[in-house]
């Protein structure tokens, strides 16, 4: 593997095009900055150039064993972006899956079986005494459980951009799927969870408050090992402004009103602290708090995997019409829009697809 990783990234180094790659950023801050004068943001095209190594395919439970095969792994996707011609932006990812934040307090990281090649997640710990415990213990180690793994895979990155300047200065590093705090909470619970908004609310803020803190802790450490980005931070690909891009895919089972008692204030408290500013992303349905969403101070993009699940007016009316970007939209859905989307929506065109799913690796 040591072999050929050298191998594949003399490969991925010797197809960047700087110029391309500057005019690729430059039209992606046209959009992020109101520039963009069409109705539809679809990122510039790179000259499309294959590879002349042989890159090998790797999944993600070998990835997650070896970290030079998740440096492989991911850099493939860059290489990918290249030989295909996209316009996504070129990044990388510690790619350790949704159990990264439920790991650091003791849950099990379940691996599913290598035919599948499904990202791992997190065990449950099942019960709200086993919670208590943790109020009790306070804040863990950040570099527990997948914590250190992280970590350490990202110096192995940093290593590899800063030995091929053309890597280092057109691929970003971006922060790894901790999801948010609501999501973590409900991974580290169980489903009894849900239960506690109504049942023990107050139990359930003090447990909220304690993954919010965690979620800051591990965010710190990483930006002191990485770096925190400038006014923009990528990920998928799709370049937004701020540098937290929180996952609220737990959102789809609350009420608007659960979502901004509950949600919303964890969410805002770490928009404050790192930066002002930053994306959500939300699977499912999202339609019924958009609005309450929409009016975090510091939101400056959305990213949502599954249109036809939601009311699409509605959520436009609740962020293009607010100047909230929508990125990585499906073309078939901003193409049948049927209304003004202000230059506020970025997609790619219709052969090419961003795809947000946790479970399987994401370039």
């Given at each position: ?13 010797a197809r960047i ?183 023990a609310p107050d ?106 699940l939601n009311d ?52």
């Amino acid at each position: 593997m040591a072999a050929t990783l050298e191998t594949c990234l003399d490969d991925l180094a010797a197809r960047i095009d700087e110029d391309e790659e500057q005019a690729n950023r430059a039209a992606w801050i046209d959009f992020l900055e109101d520039r963009c004068r069409e109705e539809v943001f679809i990122p510039p095209a790179r000259q499309p150039r294959p590879p002349k190594a042989d890159w090998p395919t790797v999944s993600v439970n070998q990835a997650i064993r070896d970290p030079r095969a998740m440096l492989l792994q991911q850099f493939a996707g860059c290489s990918g972006a290249i030989s295909g011609g996209s316009g996504a932006r070129m990044n990388v990812r510690c790619n350790f899956g949704t159990g990264i934040m439920p790991s650091l307090f003791g849950c099990e990281v379940f691996m599913m079986d290598e035919q599948f090649n499904v990202l791992p997640t997190g065990v449950p710990l099942g019960s709200k005494d086993k919670v208590a415990a943790l109020l009790d213990a306070g804040v863990p180690d950040v570099r527990g459980g997948l914590g250190g793994k992280v970590l350490e895979v990202a110096e192995m990155f940093m290593d590899a951009l800063a030995g091929r300047p053309v890597l280092g200065r057109n691929i970003e590093i971006y922060h790894p799927d901790v999801q948010g705090p609501m999501d973590a909470a409900e991974v580290v619970w169980g489903s009894d969870f849900f239960y506690a908004f109504y049942d023990a609310p107050d139990f359930l803020k003090r447990f909220l408050d304690l993954i919010t803190e965690t979620y800051a802790a591990f965010m710190r450490a990483w930006f002191g090992l990485v770096g925190r980005p400038g006014t923009y931070a990528t990920h998928w690909g799709m370049m937004f402004r701020g540098v937290l891009m929180i996952r609220n895919d737990s959102l789809m089972n609350l009420s608007p009103e659960a979502y901004a008692e509950f949600a919303r204030p964890m969410d805002q408290r770490l928009f404050d602290e790192f930066g002002h500013a930053g994306g959500m992303h939300f699977c499912g349905r999202g339609d019924h708090y958009i609005a309450a969403m929409s009016r975090m101070e510091g939101l400056t993009a959305v990213a949502m995997s599954q249109p036809h699940l939601n009311d699409m007016e509605t959520v436009y009316r609740n962020t293009v019409d607010k100047g909230i970007k929508l990125i990585g939209l499906r073309h078939d859905a901003a193409r049948s829009a049927g209304r003004p989307l202000r230059g506020q929506v970025q997609c790619y065109p219709a052969a090419e697809r961003v795809v947000f799913a946790h479970k399987r690796d994401v370039p």
